[in-house]
């Protein structure tokens, strides 16, 4: 037997030990996606909730007498008492302004507002959007369309009352134009955007509501309005286990190069 020949008689690589390794990384891996999927919305939305509940009282805390305020009696601070005290104050106040006397009194502080210059219009404004949220009534965004914005661009809008008044006048063909209200969020922040008017003829409604459009545009278009996350989610799991299988699974036989 030569040189040559030893060489060639020496160990080679092991298949089994590449597939072994490769099945390691791949269950780990599908295994922790499974994890982050499942952790990740519930730390995030248990986040914000606690974020919103301590800003909340930290917003009535100055409203609040010091012989109300919970570490009065305890000695740490009771989280979403005043949140309480707000949703229980904003209830009352709604039942007192119900009656005669309370909307007497609305009436006056709405004439001493539309006295003053500047917050005249501030207020105005706010209070048109609120009705317009809050409303049972209200027209507010109902559907959802994709308008051709910029030109050669499809993107999804939020449809909202049509224009009236001067505004459905001076636009072009006047009242005999189908005009609607267009409202375009940005990505990933939908409270800023670009407002228009467009023929309905120029858009196409959509047939999905107004959250899993706002879903769609805060995801950037990565959670689509038909995705099924729990699909997704046992997709991954059916992957680490055929991940465990092959690895638990005989390695192929070996032929020894002679």
């Known amino acids: 037997m030569t040189a040559g020949d030893d060489k060639i008689s020496g160990p080679g690589p092991v298949a089994g030990e590449a597939v072994v390794h490769h099945g390691v990384l791949s269950r780990l891996r599908n295994y922790f996606l499974t994890g982050l999927i499942l ?32 570490e009065a009696y305890l000695p740490f601070r009771v989280p ?11 209830t009352l106040l709604g039942f007192l302004t119900a009656g005669l006397v309370g909307r007497t009194l609305v009436e006056f502080g709405e004439n001493l507002l539309n006295r003053m210059p500047i917050v005249r219009p501030v207020y105005k404004t706010i209070k048109q959007i609120f009705e317009t949220l809050f409303s049972k009534s209200g027209s507010g965004f109902r559907k959802v ?7 050669g661009m499809w993107s999804v809008v939020f449809l909202a009352p049509p224009p009236a008044g001067d505004v459905a006048t001076q636009l072009p063909e006047g009242r005999d134009a189908d005009y609607v209200s267009c409202f375009l969020p940005c990505t990933p922040n939908p409270t800023t955007g670009f407002f228009f008017y467009a023929k ?59």
């Open 39 to 70: 952790v990740g919305p519930i730390y995030i939305t248990i986040s914000l909730t606690w974020w919103f509940i301590n800003w909340v009282d930290d917003a009535m805390r100055p409203f609040i007498p010091m012989a109300l305020r919970t």
């Open 200 to 258: 309905r003829h120029q858009i196409i409604e959509l047939d999905i509501s107004v959250e899993q459009a706002m879903t769609l545009i805060m995801s950037a278009g990565m959670v689509q309005p038909n995705g099924d996350g729990q699909k997704k989610l046992a997709a991954l799991v059916e992957q680490a286990h055929g991940a465990h299988a092959g690895e638990t699974s005989p390695a192929p036989p070996t032929v020894p190069v002679r």
């Open 80 to 90: 979403g008492y005043g949140l309480v005290i707000a949703l229980a104050g904003l």
């Open 145 to 151: 369309a994709l308008a051709e914005f910029p030109p």
